[in-house]
Nanobody, 125 residues
Framework: QVLLVESGGGLVQVGDSLRLSCAASGRTFSPYYMGWFRQAPGKQREFVAAISRGGSTTDYADSVKGRFTISRDNAKSTVYLQMSSLKPEDTAVYYC??????????????????WGQGTQVTVSS
């Protein structure tokens, strides 16, 4: 079992930056690729970013490419999501997730076995 705990969410203004953290515990962190997803009110959960086990490969949703950066520190068992140039449409609950089934990384939420409880990000205009 992997326990994931997100932090760093909050209320920010348009154009601001925010860094989310997701701390993992329970099992060794490095065998898992990690992902960030988000869910806005009334919408389905959507992929935001993913990072491979060693951190050398990343993928982003088109809507956040160039504004968000995913990174990980395996020594600290933590994955980060640096968000900049935030827009109102980035408002959502952000979830981190861990998986092992894919060979490298994946945007498919069904390929993530463990999920955090989520952290709210609200971007006010």
């Amino acid at each position: 079992q992997v326990l994931l705990v997100e932090s760093g969410g909050g209320l920010v203004q348009v154009g601001d930056s925010l860094r989310l953290s997701c701390a993992a515990s329970g099992r060794t962190f490095s065998p898992y690729y990690m992902g960030w997803f988000r869910q806005a009110p009334g919408k389905q959960r959507e992929f935001v970013a993913a990072i491979s086990r060693g951190g050398s490969t990343t993928d982003y949703a088109d809507s956040v490419k160039g504004r968000f950066t995913i990174s990980r520190d395996n020594a600290k068992s933590t994955v980060y999501l640096q968000m900049s140039s935030l827009k109102p449409e980035d408002t959502a609950v952000y979830y981190c997730a861990a998986g092992q089934i894919a060979p490298l990384i994946t945007v498919n939420p069904n390929h993530y076995a463990y999920w955090g409880q989520g952290t709210q990000v609200t971007v006010s205009s």
